[in-house]
């Protein structure tokens, strides 16, 4: 029987999902068990690897039987999976601490002590700006407080590594998960020496740093019979989800970009170069040995909605909601609105940023509100686009997903912000049909990354209106100088 189809399975935050689709990228099935998170203190934010390794088996064997193939018909499982996660594992590889993810702050502590000297020395050798999501400060709060499985640790992996190591017993990691560490330098692709040094553990006790097209070692037969896979599938290692995700939503020549804005928010492109902001406002992790993406995070997408939403007891969805913005023009008569209602990483890397509303007066209502929060989420994602790029860079095309990408509103929005086509993709699964897809490449079954852009659907462009594109650039101006006065506030 031929082999017509690919799993992407995609390991985020608040789930697992097993993605099957065909060669062209269309979805055949796809499955998605929640992830339940728990948060044993302020600032806390933990997972069971051993609970998310059991749904991803649940979920790859659900999607199988959903698709109704047979496991002849399947090419290769290949992993996209969500950064910055940190847990230890004992000798005889049993993890011996939960795993810290991305929203864990207890290090916050470390990241204001470390001296703007030493912030930018660890900056220009990995590529990543310090703060408390990455590896690197967590186990130097580890370090300074004793942490119990710091000091049994035999070894250091995240999630995805983990998964892999359960199923395979290879210890490895890519580029694009290492480089998120903040112990990985992209130019000499390794564990950077100086970088351990200061969190006090060794090279041996991560894992061996490999591209994404590595194939991997056949599953354990008992893990390939739960999962309804035969053990010889190719398993391959695949990539981060940011990098997937500009990958499998077409995003990866020069001049564009892709912009995600879920219940947080990124904006990356890729680069052949290793590039670093002077004020270390963005990230560059390495994809392949000769190709890198920048891009910078936001904490404060669709949750700011959520929040003024709920603030405002109005139950409509969100369409609605979102809607009433339309009787305001460009500006929401004055009102300016600062996102940061959740700390904030890219572009300011200040977990202490709160939110703020400027030039509140009497003849604002709820519509001015809500265009202020939709203006303010999108002038932060381009305060960290103006990082990425040089004046003389033009963005030809912005490929957006997320929850707010379906409000033609916003959407106009981003285009006369940005000045550049916003195309919406049509595939909501972009991580996953990019893991894929790096699968394909791995096999020789496609000859490039690059030949993906003709398995992408192409919706029509949101082109930006001239005249609002200056009353915009007005308006970030304000945005950023208000910016620049508030910071100081900030503790």
Known sequence: MAKQFIIGLDLGTTS??????????????????????????????????????????????????????????????????AMHSLLAVNEQGIVISPAMIWADGRAAEQADAMTSTMKQVVYARTGTPQHPMTPFMKLLWMKENDYEPYIQAAYWMSIKEYLIYHW???????????????????????????????VGIE???????????????????????????????????????????????GAILPGEVAVSVGTSGAIRQFSDVVKLSDKQETFCYAFTKDQYIIGGPTNNGGIVVQWLKELLED???????????????????????????????????????????YGVTVTHKKAHFIRAVLEGITFNLYQIHRALTTPEQSIRKIYVNGGLSRSPLWLQMMADVFNADIYVSENHHGAAWGAAWTG?????????????????????????????VKQYAALFASYERLGQAIHPLYH
């Open 16 to 81: 697992v999902k097993a993605c099957i689709f065909n060669r062209k990228g269309s979805l055949i099935a796809c499955v998605e068990e929640r992830i339940i998170s728990y948060y044993p203190k302020q600032g806390w934010a933990e997972q069971d690897a051993v609970e998310i390794e059991q749904l991803a088996v649940k979920a790859v064997r659900a999607a199988i039987e959903e698709a109704n193939i047979g496991k002849d018909e399947l090419i290769a499982l290949s992993f996209s999976a």
């Open 168 to 198: 395979t017993n290879e210890r490895v990691i890519d580029y694009s998960m290492a480089s998120a560490t903040g112990l990985f330098n992209p130019t000499e692709l390794n564990w950077d020496p100086q970088v351990l040094d200061l």
């Open 315 to 357: 139950e409509r969805d969100f369409g609605e909601f979102l809607r009433d913005a339309e009787q305001v023009a460009p500006g929401a008569e004055g009102l300016l609105f600062l996102p940061y209602i959740n700390g904030e990483r890219a572009p300011i890397w200040n977990q202490h940023a709160k939110g703020s509303f």
């Open 440 to 468: 394909l490449v791995a096999l020789g079954e496609v000859q490039s990354f690059q030949e993906i852009k003709n398995n992408i659907p192409k919706g029509t462009a949101t082109s930006p209106q001239p005249e609002q």
């Open 203 to 249: 090279a041996n006790q991560l894992s061996r740093i490999v591209p994404p097209t590595t194939v991997l070692p056949p599953v354990k037969p008992d893990i390939a019979a739960a999962m309804g896979i035969s053990p010889a599938l190719p398993l391959v290692i695949g990539a981060a989800d940011g990098q997937l995700a500009n990958l499998g939503n």
